[in-house]
């Protein structure tokens, strides 16, 4: 039982006094390699995604319907042809009100084919979004924009 106890001893009496081994592979510390910083962001940074829809040319309809959560705001337009698609009503300034105004582009992405002109009902395209009454407090007008025209409603 006092050799292995002497030679435990011994042991750890060279290992420390030698002052090497601790960037040797002997130092359990060692084992799994040095420490690195690692992210999960891509090398090249996050990207940001550039919303590159076209207004809708012609914003025909607009109507904003009350609920007890806020309202919805409704919106229809016309497009010149047919296969128009991923519509919707992009808020401007972050759905904050400019001058009491929230204001929303009417956008939609082009079609993956040449379109055809085709009856004015096939071109005929809505959308609509969810305004809380915590958005619409302060708010005396919501204004729709298109490409040759903007429809708005007043309080």
Not at 35 to 64: I, K, M, N
């Amino acid at each position: 039982m006092q050799k292995p106890l002497i030679a435990a001893l011994a042991l750890v009496m060279v290992l420390s006094a030698c002052g090497s081994v601790g960037q040797s592979r002997l130092n359990p510390m060692n084992w799994f390699g040095q420490r690195s910083a690692e992210t999960l962001a891509p090398s090249g940074g996050w990207g940001t995604s550039v919303d590159t829809r076209a207004l809708v040319p012609v914003v025909t309809e607009l109507e904003v319907i009350r609920t007890p959560e806020g309202a919805v705001v409704h919106a229809a337009g016309r497009t010149d042809t047919q296969g128009w698609w991923d519509v919707e009503l992009r808020p401007v300034n972050e759905e904050r009100p400019v001058d009491g105004a929230l204001i929303y582009e009417f956008v939609l992405a082009s079609p993956v084919q040449r379109g055809v002109v085709g009856s004015e009902a096939s071109r005929h395209v809505t959308a609509g979004v969810k305004i809380s009454n915590m958005r619409l407090e302060g708010v005396r007008r919501i204004v729709v924009r298109g490409a040759q025209n903007a429809r708005s409603v007043s309080r």
